[in-house]
């Protein structure tokens, strides 16, 4: 039987760092990394990309050298599992076996719900943070724009990174501000979701910066439509009775975070849950109906806030209770749901909301986490792409449980 011990679905953050925790436990292990990408991303460095504060050269690798040791790289795209089986199936026509499986392979950035973005995306002010070859064109807008209207849109949930849309927002409007130009732009921030931010104690601050950056806020408007050579954004807008209505805004620069939807070969498998991600037990990361299975990062069930923070918490979670299975012992590391987003309130400046399941705060310093910090933007723009690369990636855990950030 040739089957591998463990297959790894999806070598982003989630899959290598899982992959090097195990090998890190167990040496001999035979674990095989299913990934078509030759580059892996630091996407939590994107916003600050988008905000003329980090490079993006920076935030690339090659997959060939973010293997862990001891891994066996199957460059392939996955395209459906037969878990009665044990097989996953790859898009070239091949089948792998295995033992145990693990499914991380993100969220699926689903821009074909907004009509006519994709063929004005990286022209005609329209941009996203939300991807490699467009977050430097977010700062270059920035750069350029002295007047007129900037828009920024937030779709409906689950996104990854939920604060990284109005984050976007408050670095653009700080350079305005620096600049002087400020008083001459109009800023919108519309969202399809019905706050500002999920997790209720981190308004305030955020509605400080909101104020003092002259922006309005809009929410439950949802961005349908763009058209790029017009600069015209169409929302659908919910009023509190739960009518909806079009609206047509004007823009000069377009800040777009795409909807998001889980991989469809995930969702058209028997893995999934109804809402077409990976369905697993949110305390253990066991698959709620095949015990040789375990998810985590984006493309899971677990109600956490899809982040690199969270997925370095469940690396741990999923390496200690796939090992306990695997022997048939019971599963012991129960997760949280811890997850970060460090808010870019400012250059300079974050709001460094940890948070778990029910939006219970879970702050790794004994600091008011409300409070936007100096300290933070320090950690965010030099510790936490260093963490990532250094330890996260290299299956080390020595701060996993005590600083999560990503
Ligand atoms: P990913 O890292 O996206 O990896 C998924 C992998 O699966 C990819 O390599 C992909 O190629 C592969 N894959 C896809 N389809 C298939 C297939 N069919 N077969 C095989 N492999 C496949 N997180 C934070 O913690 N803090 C932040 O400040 C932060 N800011 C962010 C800002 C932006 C703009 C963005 C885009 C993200 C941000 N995040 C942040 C979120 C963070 O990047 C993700 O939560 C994290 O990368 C999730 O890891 P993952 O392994 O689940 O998914």
């Not at 040496?27 to 990309?49: D, F, G, N």
Request: some cysteine; hydrophobic content about 40%; overall charge positive.
């Amino acid at each position: 039987d040739n089957a591998f011990d463990i297959v790894v679905v999806g070598g982003g953050s989630a899959g290598i760092g899982v992959t090097a925790s195990l090998l890190r436990r167990q040496p001999s292990l035979r674990i095989a990394i299913l990934e078509p990408s030759t580059k892996h991303y630091y996407q939590p460095a994107w916003t600050l990309v988008g905000g003329g504060a980090y490079d993006i050269a920076e935030t690339v690798r090659d997959t060939a050298n973010v293997i862990p040791p001891g891994a066996e790289w199957i460059q392939a795209e996955v395209n459906g599992f037969t878990p009665d089986n044990n097989l996953v199936h790859l898009a070239d026509g091949r089948s792998i076996g295995y033992r145990q499986l693990i499914v991380c392979p993100g969220i699926r950035l689903a821009w074909e719900k907004i009509e006519g973005i994709e063929e004005t995306l990286g022209k005609n002010g329209v941009t996203s943070n939300y991807r490699f070859d467009l977050a430097p064109y977010t700062w270059s807008l920035t750069e350029q724009l002295k007047n007129g209207k900037a828009l920024f849109t937030q779709p409906p949930m689950p996104i990854k990174c939920a604060g990284a849309p109005q984050k976007a927002m408050y670095l653009s409007c700080d350079h305005w501000l620096r600049q002087g130009v400020l008083d001459n732009i109009d800023v919108e921030f519309n969202t399809a979701t019905p706050a500002l931010f999920g997790v209720a104690d981190f308004v305030p601050p955020l509605m400080e910066y909101v104020k003092r950056y002259h922006a309005k806020l809009v929410l439950s408007s949802n961005l349908i439509k763009v058209n790029g050579r017009d600069r015209i954004a169409t929302f659908e807008v919910k009023d509190s009775s739960g009518q909806v209505s079009r609206v047509d805004k004007p823009f000069d620069m377009l800040h777009v975070t795409p909807p998001q939807a889980a991989p469809d070969f995930l969702r058209n498998s028997p893995l999934a849950d109804a809402s077409g991600f990976c369905e697993v037990n949110p305390q253990t990361l066991q698959h709620a109906r095949y015990p040789n299975i375990f998810s985590l990062g984006d493309a899971s069930s677990s109600p956490n806030a899809k982040t690199a923070a969270a997925a370095r918490k469940q690396i741990v979670i999923v390496a200690e209770n796939l090992l306990a299975a695997k022997t048939g012992h019971e599963l012991k590391t129960i997760y949280d749901g811890y997850g970060a987003c460090p808010l870019t309130v400012e250059r300079g400046k974050v709001v460094m909301a940890e948070f778990g399941y029910g939006g219970k705060l879970l702050p790794s310093f004994p600091l008011n986490p409300t409070v936007p910090r100096r300290f933070y933007w320090q950690l965010k723009v030099k510790f936490f792409p260093w963490l990532y690369w250094n330890a996260m990636l290299k299956g080390r855990e020595w701060l996993t449980r005590s600083t999560g950030a990503n």
